[in-house]
């Protein structure tokens, strides 16, 4: 049974660039979630997915962008890169919208600006 | 008032005690619960989810919910240095159904 997979593990940009992060839920999950996770911080919510739009949003700007596929799995843009956006990306997979099916997490994709 | 609070730490307890992880919530009618580890540089992991009043219980772990008093615990029993992680307490809010963050304890199991 296939876990939450993201990729790139790792991936450094230059300031202004722009980036595009990949996950691909828990095999039977159809929901999923990013978070940014700076260091020594708790997970802050970006956005919710779920039958291919955007179902919650947290206080990210528009330079944070997501698109969910027919297959489930998702895609984090990021335009305009600015060094504070460097942090560990999290996706996670649920079964459904509504918080009652707990997160699943993938390893995470760890960015870096300079 | 934060949503979802819980003590930073760190909590430093000798190896084989009982750990003991609390978090309190705001919204009365919260009613999905969950317990997060994290080690550093990693992603959380999910321990442990409640639902009902009570205790449920996994192997060494013990959520306890009190919805009452609107807080939710975690024990660890027979804690072992490999404990030694983030713990991360998550609470599915009523009305809007957001999944709310704590900013997690630290927990270090001395051997």
């Known amino acids: 049974d296939a876990g939450v997979t993201q990729s790139p593990t790792h991936l450094i940009k230059t300031r202004g660039q722009q980036v595009t992060l990949r996950c691909s839920p828990k095999s039977g999950h159809d929901t999923v979630s990013w978070y940014q996770q700076a260091l020594g911080q708790g997970p802050q919510f970006i956005f919710q997915y779920y039958e291919e739009e955007e179902r919650q949003r947290g206080n990210f700007p528009d330079r944070f962008s997501g698109h969910q596929f027919p297959n489930y799995s998702s895609e984090l843009n990021v335009n305009a890169l600015l060094l504070g956006d460097s942090a560990l990306y999290l996706c996670a997979s649920s079964s459904g919208p509504s918080g009652g099916s707990p997160l699943h997490f993938g390893n995470g994709t760890r960015l870096t600006v300079t | 008032q934060k949503e979802v609070e819980q003590n930073s730490g760190p909590l430093s307890v000798p190896e084989g005690a009982i750990a003991s992880l609390n978090c309190t919530y705001s919204d009365r009618v919260s009613q999905s619960f969950f317990w997060y580890r994290q080690y550093s540089g990693k992603s959380p992991e999910l321990i442990m989810s409640i639902y009902s009043n009570g205790d449920k219980e996994d192997g060494r772990f013990t959520a306890q919910l009190n919805k009452a008093s609107q807080y939710v615990s975690l024990l660890i029993r027979d804690s072992q240095p490999s404990d030694s992680a983030t713990y991360l307490c998550?609470?599915?809010?009523?009305?809007?159904?957001?999944?709310?963050w704590g900013l997690g304890t630290s927990l270090a199991v001395n051997p």
């Open positions: 998550a609470v599915v809010t009523g009305n809007n159904r957001k999944l709310i």
